[in-house]
């Protein structure tokens, strides 16, 4: 009989939940429990199963507090802001569908942000942030995230001293031998 001992991951994932052991004891691997039948299939599955949900962020929390959370994601999202690996971690295991959508917009703020980085002039900065909102589709269910995202990124970067260490085409252009 092999045994597994998962009380220090779950200690060290969720130090509050005692429930854990009791959650993981209940696996049909080894010693058959007395108030379950004996199953040979679903082991491994049980076993990924648990652990599926001890990784979770949303582990040990009420349907109002999954809500609650879920509302303060979408109100950052909604703001532009980047969310957190801990808040995308709780949308894929929560609202796996959000979380394509989410992951995406995510994708398109950083890639935005590269291509901020690599501007030569103010102007080319701004050239490109009008560009990129002007792509987005009419039609994109996430459009206003999207938007959303361009705009904070864009207003991040004009604080930086990236932005602030660009000439204008005007300073660029005297700069040129003539």
């Given at each position: 009989m092999q045994t597994i001992n998962l009380k220090g991951l779950a200690k060290l994932?969720?130090?509050n939940a005692a429930e854990i052991p009791k959650k993981l004891s209940h696996s049909n691997y080894g010693v058959p429990?007395?108030?379950?039948p004996v199953s040979k299939g679903n082991d491994t599955f049980t076993i990924t199963q648990k652990l599926s949900e001890l990784l979770s962020p949303a582990y040990g929390m009420t349907e109002e507090e999954k809500k609650a959370w879920l509302d303060?994601?979408?109100a950052k999202l909604k703001s532009g802001k980047k969310l957190s690996g801990e808040e995308m971690r709780f949308l894929q295991?929560?609202?796996p569908a959000l979380y394509q959508q989410v992951a995406r917009v995510q994708a398109l703020r950083a890639s935005f942000e590269e291509?901020?980085?690599?501007?030569s002039t103010k102007e080319e900065a701004q050239t490109?942030?009008?560009r990129s909102v002007s792509l987005v589709s009419k039609d994109d269910p996430m459009r206003e995230y999207i938007i959303a995202a361009y705009n904070d990124v864009m207003d991040e970067f004009k604080e930086s001293d990236a932005y602030k260490a660009l000439p204008s085409e005007a300073e660029e252009k005297?700069?040129?031998p003539g």
């Open positions: 994932l969720h130090p429990q007395p108030e379950e303060e994601i979408m295991a929560e609202n291509r901020l980085n690599s501007s490109m942030f009008s005297k700069q040129r």
